[in-house]
């Protein structure tokens, strides 16, 4: 989960907001089955398990990852060898069964035997993120990440990102497709290519982040986390320093010349620090020793608090970290009249939306929507 900060000693980081996830969703009524008609048998018939347009469905313009293909594949040979077909539920829809079993020897042993811990990383994110598409594929939505009956797309407006701005969304495995991850908004929004999914040591997705970033050169590449190795800069200590003359150049000039490109880390507390970590090691061997340059927000609520309150009313999910974002920005001269307050206004939108389709999600499941009461709910 994304936590807004503060300059405030004290303030911890940016997180995002821990997702919901069906407590039981057993493939038998959608694309996987639990009988013949399993995806790995269609697959055996010579269908893609999953193709390039599925995967890019999710949100995505990259190629799909080779390390995520080849998992799949041997998925499919695990299922022929041991005629155990694959069926997942459960809390976080996780493999069930027989398969599970299987499944969980071998891709032990798969990473056991390899030495390197970068790879190691790399096949840990890659099978995460090869389960979550194969136990979503039928159920979920591909756009929004809710299950079909409960799609909330109809609802959300478009809108276009102001050319001289662009999010990476730098997604933890774990985080990819949970139905309350807040993240996604921001490409239903204003379009993958100006808020652009880089899921955490998937290697295709991380070369395409970081071409883009050394093409726009490091002192226009930001983290919003709070780095407590270097002092925090605020959205004006940033941006608001130099003469007004200077921010009267136009939005195709900005795209081309300027354009500021934000990190948002998208995933748990427990999980942001080697998030933050990589993106540091990463930075050191494009850039050198220095940190990657990283700015605080003014602290807000987040419409989120309503379904999920958090420890702190500096906390806050992803979404609302990059309206709190673009606010901020609105009130400085250089971006004063390009609009940011209607983009950031639309973001805030489908956060409501999203809020709206999982409270009545919870309702009709006879659930509370309030996750501290949920102990005294009878």
């Known amino acids: 989960m994304i936590m807004m900060v503060s300059l405030a000693p004290w303030t911890r980081a940016f997180f995002l907001v821990k997702c919901l996830v069906p407590k039981t969703h057993i493939l038998t009524n959608h694309y996987y089955h639990c009988h013949c008609n399993s995806p790995l048998s269609n697959a055996d018939m010579g269908e893609?398990?999953?193709?390039?347009?599925?995967?890019?469905?999710?949100?995505?313009?990259?190629?799909l990852p080779a390390m995520v293909t080849q998992i799949v594949e041997d998925m499919k040979v695990l299922e022929k060898d041991f005629d155990a077909q694959m069926t997942f539920g459960g809390n976080g829809g996780k493999l069930q069964g027989n398969y599970r079993t299987q499944e969980d020897k071998k891709h032990r042993a798969t990473y056991q035997a390899l030495g390197d811990s970068e790879k190691k990383l790399q096949f840990y994110s890659a099978r995460q993120i090869a389960c979550r598409i194969l136990g979503s594929k039928g159920y979920l939505c591909q756009k929004c990440w809710l299950p079909v009956e409960d799609c909330m797309c109809s609802k959300i407006t478009s809108c276009m990102l102001f050319p001289g701005i662009r999010f990476w969304l730098y997604m933890h495995p774990k985080d990819f497709l949970r139905q309350n991850n807040t993240g996604k908004l921001l490409w239903q929004v204003f379009g993958v290519d100006a808020a652009t999914l880089c899921l955490f040591a998937i290697p295709e997705h991380e070369d395409i982040m970081w071409n883009s970033f050394k093409l726009a050169g490091k002192g226009n590449v930001w983290c919003l986390y709070p780095n407590k190795s270097a002092v925090l800069k605020s959205v004006e200590d940033a941006f608001g320093q130099e003469p007004v003359a200077n921010y009267e150049v136009t939005p195709e000039k900005l795209k081309v010349d300027t354009t500021l490109h934000f990190i948002l880390i998208d995933g748990t507390w427990s999980n942001s620090a080697a998030m933050f970590r990589r993106l540091q090691d990463r930075a050191k061997s494009v850039w050198g020793d220095e940190d990657l340059a990283c700015i605080s927000l003014n602290p807000g609520a987040s419409a989120m608090h309503k379904l999920r309150p958090q420890p702190s009313w500096d906390r806050t999910c992803t979404a609302a970290?990059?309206?709190?974002?673009?606010?901020?920005?609105q009130l400085l001269p250089r971006f004063s009249s390009i609009g940011l307050d209607k983009q950031a206004e639309a973001v805030e939108h489908a956060l409501e939306v999203l809020l709206e389709a999982l409270t009545s999600r919870r309702l009709r499941m006879g659930r509370c929507t309030c996750r501290l009461n949920e102990k005294w709910c009878l």
């Not at 893609?48 to 313009?61: A, I, K, P, R, Y």
């Not at 970290?321 to 920005?329: Q, Y």
């Open 48 to 63: 893609e398990l999953v193709s390039l347009q599925e995967w890019q469905g999710w949100g995505t313009t990259s190629p």
């Open 321 to 329: 970290a990059a309206v709190g974002l673009l606010s901020e920005l």
